[in-house]
């Protein structure tokens, strides 16, 4: 390993710029989901977010608004977040030519990592995991310059680095400790220097120095402070995630199969398979050429290990923004893969590696194109419109409550509205005292309360809580879709279809009791594009359940549990499958009757229209005369199924589609 060229430097920079620019060009001009509106007010008000703090993001954040006063508070920390991604391709780069890689093949490297979809999904919005690629790649340097010289000073470089970065993203701990067993496995006389161990120590203590800022920065209450940890169990709640182990998938070890095959599918997605054939290339060549190859799958199983005993079914197998780590280091292998292809191609092929990248940037530009997202502002800001001054609003959810802690804490939108944050800094609803009838209460979420005084009642966007056997509110009008909702050039990832989906979820239960048609065709249109939503899918078998529509309620039960077998994210006890087995149970029960019933007035039909019975079969008046003769049997829920079905027909707006895709317990 040589020091690369003073021309790679040039390169490895020209590289960053273009790549930022590429980064900035699509970047997200409004809040987007997610935790995006959280972090941002986190940075706007130095306030604390969610677990583990990230204070160095805040702290960093909070700088380059200052500096760089360009468009809203999100759109900076957008291009923050671009800046970021840039500079970890063009450290790449570097890194690339530092172990001898030619230009062609580094710059390989480098734009499958930033070409790839979970890295330039991160590259333009307002998240975390960009900057943690970029102290990555930085202490992988390091760490290699260790390698290569045996200098001290870089060992507790990297030290100090993966220590810093910890302070932004847990993983860089993870880090620091594949590369303290990698540094004890390829150099044992470190054991017998206590005086560098000692400084090894110091640096990462020093690295460490950002997360004073949590119990700090809590001691003045600012307005976003999570798991208030000033205290020392405070703290250590919010920087070891102690709320969120228990939403591990992992719950025995034959789930390491699954997870470890998601794993690396992952990877033939990012590096389109070609790219992961070279990284496997790579790894053997790395070996001949004595690249220090333990390392880097040290990392990557140390990113796997940490994802199986800790990420939920979403953090494993939908959101692969957290395995990002392994790609930076599977990009730096299909590097070195492409170096020993580089060096038996022809000379005027040699840059023919590269249309696998130019691949991922045709293809990859509309999907993280987000300089015309609007969906999630627009959801909140139509959700605090219609709300009366004076409001008490309880929030939860990130996808809801992070966005609305932005426009309230970082646009100043609606500071009349109460905002409850439910969920920050503990467990359950804040107690409540008050009147439903002077104190107006909304809620985003439904409660599950059983308060016989109280009924929660959708009205729009929110619920509301108001006094049992009272006048119901009337819904605020609304638009009936969200900015962008429809326009192709909005790309629209998984939250975000949750969010369009919880928007039509949330019409059609308004107008469950008002417009049953109506109802059924938002709850139609939200299981289309909330398809992969386990807990939207189980909300809509209650619905359907609750109005006789069993044939709907199985089929959008058997969605959500063939999305997720196991226990509803929000709810250990709650799995989709116990309620696909009551509702077969209950189908099997009444086909026997309501065929009866059928045949019955089919026949009777058919005679005194002389029409034949299929001609009789779908109208509303034979669903009203199903739904008369079930009453009279006794089966109150099944007739008004029929009679639901009848209004369907009836308004033109008969379902079409078999459900497939809110809220847990309506």
């Not at 200098?151 to 302070?167: D, I, K, M, Q």
């Not at 709850?523 to 939503?533: G, I, T």
């Not at 109005?547 to 709907?552: Q, S, W």
Request: net charge positive; proline share 7%; hydrophobic share 50%.
């Amino acid at each position: 390993m040589t020091r690369p060229p003073a021309r790679a430097w040039i390169e490895g920079a020209l590289l960053a710029v273009v790549l930022f620019l590429l980064y900035s060009l699509g970047a997200s001009r409004t809040i987007y989901v997610g935790d995006s509106g959280e972090l941002v007010a986190a940075v706007h008000t130095l306030g604390i977010p969610h677990p583990t703090g990230y204070p160095l993001y805040v702290l960093l954040g909070k700088l380059w608004t200052l500096a760089v006063p360009v468009g809203s508070i999100a759109f900076r920390m957008s291009l923050f977040a671009a800046a970021c991604a840039a500079a970890a391709g063009g450290g790449l780069y570097l890194l690339g030519r530092r172990l001898e890689l030619d230009a062609a093949p580094a710059f390989f490297a480098a734009l499958s990592l930033g070409l790839s979809p979970s890295f330039w999904g991160e590259a333009n919005v307002q998240r975390v995991y960009s900057l943690n690629a970029l102290f990555l790649v930085a202490a992988t340097a390091a760490a290699v310059e260790w390698h290569r010289r045996r200098r001290p000073s870089h060992l507790v470089l990297t030290c100090f680095l993966a220590a810093l970065g910890a302070t932004n993203h847990t993983f860089m701990a993870f880090f620091g400790i594949a590369f303290a067993v990698w540094a004890m496995a390829t150099d044992r006389s470190l054991l017998r220097r206590p005086h560098l161990l000692a400084a090894a120590a110091g640096a990462t203590l020093a690295g460490l120095l950002p997360y004073l800022y949590l119990p700090l920065r809590s001691r003045a209450d600012p307005a976003l402070d999570w798991g208030n940890p000033e205290t020392l169990s405070g703290f250590l709640d919010v920087v070891l995630r102690r709320g969120f182990w228990r939403r591990a998938w992992l719950e025995s070890p034959a789930d390491l199969l699954p997870i470890g095959a998601d794993y690396l599918s992952g990877l033939g997605r990012e590096l389109l398979w070609v790219g992961a054939l070279l990284a496997v290339a790579g790894a053997l060549h790395a070996r001949r050429r004595r690249w220090p190859i333990g390392l880097l799958g040290l990392v990557m199983a140390a990113n796997l290990g940490t994802m199986a005993v800790h990420g939920s079914r979403s953090d494993l197998f939908v959101w692969h923004r957290y395995y990002i780590p392994s790609y930076v280091m599977a990009a730096l292998l299909a590097g070195l893969g492409c170096q020993a292809l580089w060096e038996r191609l022809p000379r005027r092929l040699r840059w023919a590696p590269l249309l696998l990248p130019a691949v991922l940037l045709v293809f990859g530009y509309p999907r993280f194109d987000r300089s015309r997202y609007r969906i999630a502002e627009d959801f909140s800001r139509t959700l605090l419109a219609s709300l009366p001054p004076g409001a008490h609003l309880i929030a939860s959810d990130d996808n809801i409550l992070f966005v609305l802690l932005y426009l309230q804490l970082v646009e100043g939108l609606r500071p009349d509205v109460d905002l409850i944050l439910q969920g920050v800094g503990g467990p359950g609803p804040p107690p409540l005292r008050f009147d439903p009838d002077t104190d107006p209460l909304y809620l985003t979420h439904h409660p599950n309360w059983t308060l016989p005084s109280l009924e929660v009642v959708p009205v729009g966007l929110v619920f509301r809580a108001v006094r049992a056997g009272g006048a119901l509110p009337a819904p605020a009008p609304l638009e009936s879709e969200l900015d962008g909702e429809h326009d192709p050039r909005v790309p629209k990832d998984h939250l975000t279809r949750n969010l369009i989906g919880d928007f039509h979820y949330m019409l059609g239960i308004t107008e469950e009791t008002r417009d049953w048609p109506r109802a059924a065709a938002e709850l139609e249109l939200a299981s289309a594009v909330a398809s992969d939503n386990d807990v939207l899918h189980y909300n809509l078998g209650l619905i359907y359940r609750r109005n006789g529509l069993h044939d709907r309620a199985l089929a959008a039960f058997e969605r959500a549990a063939a999305i997720n077998p196991r226990h509803l994210p929000s709810d250990h006890r709650v799995r989709a499958a116990d309620r696909v087995a009551e509702q077969r149970s209950e189908l099997e029960r009444l086909r026997p009757l309501e065929r009866a019933i059928a045949e019955t007035i089919d026949a009777a039909a058919a005679a005194a229209s002389a029409a034949p019975a299929s001609a009789v079969a779908s109208t509303p008046e034979r669903h009203r005369r199903l739904a008369a003769a079930l009453e009279a049997h006794g089966e109150p829920l099944a007739a008004r199924g029929h009679l639901l079905r009848a209004q369907e027909i009836a308004s033109g707006r008969a379902a079409h589609r078999t459900p497939s895709g809110g809220r847990p317990g309506q």
